[in-house]
């Protein structure tokens, strides 16, 4: 129901008048513009004016201009979008990062004894100085990241 009181709302206001304008010369010699029609016995003269808005001298240098500001907009609104494409990529990224960090801190404070790869291919348990190491890394990376 709102729907439909809305939209005959906009019908009624958006309709468009066409208004006869008249101009005449009133008994003192004053020059009158009016939407009525003067009285019989106020003018000699009278002088319906006809005014219609159509284009104007140069449109069609409008038209072109206009088509190359639409051109224009169109790029910008579409370098725009790739913008916020990437934005949305790299904050999409960090969010993982931010995770990964928020993981590797909880594994390295809360696990009493910890194993971690050494590199060749076995397994050594960490010691304080690494366990360290990597939560102030894991630190770092969350107050990158995690924002």
Do not use: H
């Not at 009285?39 to 104007?56: F, M, T, V, Y």
């Not at 060749?120 to 366990?131: E, F, I, K, S």
């Amino acid at each position: 129901m709102r729907i439909f009181a809305v939209t005959v709302i906009v019908l009624l206001l958006s309709t468009s008048t066409y208004a006869q304008i008249y101009k005449w010369v009133d008994k003192n010699g004053k020059t009158q513009y009016t939407d009525q029609p003067p009285p019989p016995d106020a003018a000699k003269e009278e002088k319906r004016l006809n005014i219609k808005s159509g284009p104007a001298a140069g449109s069609q240098d409008k038209s072109r201009s206009l088509s190359e500001e639409r051109e224009e907009f169109d790029k910008r609104r579409q370098q725009q979008r790739e913008e916020d494409a990437k934005q949305q990529a790299k904050s999409e990224e960090n969010k993982k990062k931010c995770l990964d960090a928020q993981t590797q801190l909880k594994i390295f404070t809360d696990s009493p004894r910890l194993t971690v790869p050494d590199g060749a291919g076995g397994t050594m348990y960490a010691d304080d100085d690494l366990r360290q190491r990597k939560i102030a890394d894991a630190n770092k990376a969350i107050a990158a990241y995690c924002k």
